[in-house]
């Protein structure tokens, strides 16, 4: 009697795993399957019998969805994350033949295994398959089993099997078309099952191989359990630290990649690789080796974005320095110290993270630090210390943050400074992080006292190309104090001539300073070193390749990192342009060229603010803070401009875009007084909405930018709630968040529920796509990665043009999924805003070309005449075109090919990680 076509199983009665697909397998030629989501488990019972399988394919589940595939490393890291949901350490063990299997299948069968798309499918909960026996039977299944040992033996599960014609075709049509939408495993999914197939966990002290400690202590930590991973670029950075660490036993380096490129990151794995160091050497010393403090430096905004990526991220508990509570917080907020200034220098964990602010004022914790001997002391934005300028009392003295540093870097081994803003005009700015990286141990960053590095007005027209040293002598005192590294280059020429001086100086690795005269050299070496001065490459000469700005600065760009394919490309949109619109009427409505059209109430507002300003200047004298305060505000929206009017009259509290309080009980004379009830009785008297927030209405919903998710930016936090407010309510069913400093931060659903929310779950709920309008101020988005988000919106302008760079720099990050973005600056017309953005808007297509790009700040004197303004700014981005060598130095070493790091199978196990950053100041 014949087996009827179709036959039904359940594991109550059968062993489904014989019944239906062992006994079958041994016969097989072709196996196609829909599983569940990819696991180590995924052949554990039919494995031994698919090595003999001609065609193997299985479509598993994702938790990708089609627009992450465009991302290859999106959809990397959501299998990754899935694959790492369950402890890497015992599940390796445990399973370690079944991942030694899985590799070797994977490597022979490397299209095998697709992973389909979220969005086309959705959840892959069905389960089926076909199997083609060599003799031509086919046989189809479907049921709720995995492909996994507890699916074909432990759990109850029930499977028809199915062998008529047209039950085979339906599962073989239903598999064709999900393997169609599915793509290949990823690459570094086989790397992590290889790497769990061989992985073997050491101590510390096992581990004398310096360059593959960073490896060995990051590969499990959690952003490589999720399928992130460092970029070539922050990899290599720790390299370099580790090549300063053998040349001169310290390291001192400023970090000044461009925004966006993860410096927080490059530094945090640089620090805890030399913690690690350090570590081995008081295992080394004994008992009686004392571990010195490492401390972090950050703005007030910053410090919390610190604490969160290295627990995060890297896996690393630290300490944050609470200034209000006087007491050090752990990652949840949660106290974990005495209370009291006094315990500023007793932080309980390894690493400690500090607010500037406390540098800043005069306060009992400064005067505590300033006693303190740090292992590692890093400042992040370290372009806040610098040497004051202008006018007054203390010009060109170090501002506090500064003093602070050159102090305590004289105080510390390893020194790293961190800023992704463009350095100002003056090359003192420069000159002042160096001088900090040059204090106590780092003699070597500008060489001894008599060198010519300590004076930037005689060496920057070296550096840059502008004046060529043609005389031997001078050019030997130039390269003597401090003589270069001999690895510090890949020249060969270089390298040779370098090893000769050293070589006939008698001078060790370490030395980098000499007083021997050019004429102590043999002959044939100055003929060397002549002929070496007189090269060029990439059409630069010597000394603009080998300097101390260029082995201590390290510096990458956007534009050269998309250039070598490290980095996508992600273009960039500038509106409004009636040419990329949807609605150019409407747009031609509200739009006078690039400025916004207003009406006479608000041109009377504007003469007044400007009337305010002047009064306020002839009776001050000078311009600063005050003088274009008001004009600033109401530039940025009727309501900041109200609203600043108004505290102004009331004498309140004011603060600046970072917010600082600053103006308390300010005295207004009669003149200005008047100006602000002006200004105040004008802007009452407007019709309709602000021009702005009608512009950001029109293109969230005409030009559908809310498709795309749109992160809107304001350095007022009266402008981004004001918006906020208005967005909830002319979006009831959306999420709005507002993204702001000092407890700001909140939720909006509809114009009547606002809850307070800290800045981190915003920010993963824009990762998961849940808020899809996110407003945010200038002072809170250093740090803020929203590349979910897909337009930008520009409420404001800030007279601080590289911060338009920082807020595009927001959604041009890695996972960015368009491949352009749109931004939109709104000005009003007619307005020193509108005039500056005419000015920057040329000149900003080039930003990525230059080494600063743009001013910090445009100065109040540079807009007192468009001549003026035009002159200066070209002034500055010709002088920072000349600053170059740093392409040739940090950019040809990186490797675009697949992160080795991942193939680390000798690790340091994470306990032991977390042990030692519980040890204390």
Known sequence: MNEPLIQRFSSRTHRLDQ?????????????????????????????????????????????????????????????LGRLNSLPVEADSLLNRPRYQWLYEFLGNHPNAIRVAPDDFCGFVHGKAGVIELRDGRRIGFMGSMNETRAGWQSHYEIVWSDESPEGVDWIQAEFDALWAKAVPLPRAVVQEVGRR????????????????????????????????????????????????????????????????????????????????????????????????????????????????????????????????????????????????????????????????????????????????????????????????????????????????????????????????????????????????????????????????WHHPERVVPVVTGEEQIDDPEVAWRYLRSPLPPLESSKESDFRRVIHEIRGELGMTPQDFDTAASLVDLPLAVRDDLEHLLDTERANM????????????????????????????????????????????????????????????????????????????????????????????????????????????????????????????????????????????????????????LKAVKHYLTQENWLEHGCIIFSQYYDTAAWVAENLAALFPDQLVGIYAGADKSALFRGPDIRNREKRETLKKMVEDQNIRIMVATDAACEGLNLQRLGTLINVDLPWNPTRLEQRIGRIKRFGQTRSTVDMLNLVYQDTVDETIYERLSARMKDRFDLFGSLPDTIEDTWIENIETLDEKLDEYIDAQRRVNGFDIRYNENLDAEEDEWRNCARVLSRRSIENLMRNGW
């Open 197 to 452: 197939a061989h992985r073997v966990e050491i101590e510390l002290d096992e581990q004398s191989d310096l360059d593959s400690l960073a490896p060995a202590v990051l590969v499990e930590s959690p952003m490589y359990r999720e399928g992130l991973s460092l970029s070539p670029w922050q990899r290599a950075f720790v390299t370099e630290c580790l090549k300063h660490l053998r040349w001169h036993g310290v390291v001192r380096l400023l970090i000044a990649d461009e925004v966006g490129l993860g410096k927080t990151l490059s530094l945090a794995t640089a620090a805890l690789t030399l913690t690690l160091i350090h570590e081995q050497e008081v295992a080394q010393r004994g008992p009686r080796s004392r571990r010195r403090p490492i401390a972090i430096f950050a703005p007030a905004t910053l410090t919390g974005q610190w604490q969160t990526e290295l627990i995060d991220k890297l896996g690393l508990p630290c300490a944050r320095w609470s200034s209000q509570k006087k007491v050090w917080l752990d990652p949840e907020e949660r106290a974990i110290s005495p209370t009291g200034p006094e315990n500023v220098v007793r932080c309980p964990l390894r690493i400690g993270i500090i607010s500037t602010g406390l540098i800043v004022q005069p306060t009992r914790e400064r005067d505590l630090l300033n006693q303190v001997n740090f292992e590692i002391l890093i400042l992040d934005e370290s372009h806040k210390s610098r040497t004051k300028q202008g006018l007054g009392n203390g010009v060109d003295q170090p501002n506090a943050l500064l003093q602070f540093m050159l102090d305590a870097a004289g105080r510390s081994k390893h020194v790293l400074l961190g800023t992704a803003t463009p350095m100002q005009t003056r090359p003192e700015d420069l000159w002042d992080q160096l001088r900090i990286l040059h204090r106590g141990d780092g003699r070597f960053v500008l060489g001894n006292d008599f060198s010519p």
């Open 19 to 79: 019944t239906i697909l062992t006994q079958y397998l041994k016969q097989a030629k072709r196996y196609h399957r829909i599983a569940g989501y990819f696991t180590s488990s995924l052949f554990e019972i039919a494995g031994e019998y698919l090595d003999g399988i001609d065609d193997v394919r299985i479509v598993c589940n994702s938790d990708v969805r089609s627009e992450d595939i465009k991302v290859a490393k999106i959809q990397e890291a959501k299998l």
């Open 541 to 692: 000469r010597f000394f603009q390749r080998h300097n101390p700005i260029v082995r201590h600065v390290v510096l990458r760009k956007r534009k050269v990192l998309e250039e070598a394919g490290l980095l996508p490309k992600v273009g960039v949109d500038l509106h409004p342009n009636p040419e990329k619109c949807r609605d150019p009427n409407t747009v031609a409505i509200l739009f006078q060229q690039r400025g916004l059209r207003t009406d006479q109430a608000f041109v009377n507002a504007y003469e007044a603010a400007l009337a305010f300003g002047q009064a306020y200047g002839r009776r001050v004298g000078g311009s600063g803070f005050m003088k274009n305060l008001v004009t600033q505000r109401l530039c940025s929206s009727c309501v900041a401009g109200l609203n600043t009017a108004h505290k102004l009259l009331d004498r309140q509290t004011l603060e600046d875009e970072n917010e600082l309080e600053l103006g308390q009980d300010i005295e207004l004379a009669i003149a200005e007084q008047e100006a602000l009830h002006d200004l105040i009785n004008a802007l009452q008297d407007m019709q309709g909405e602000d021009p702005k």
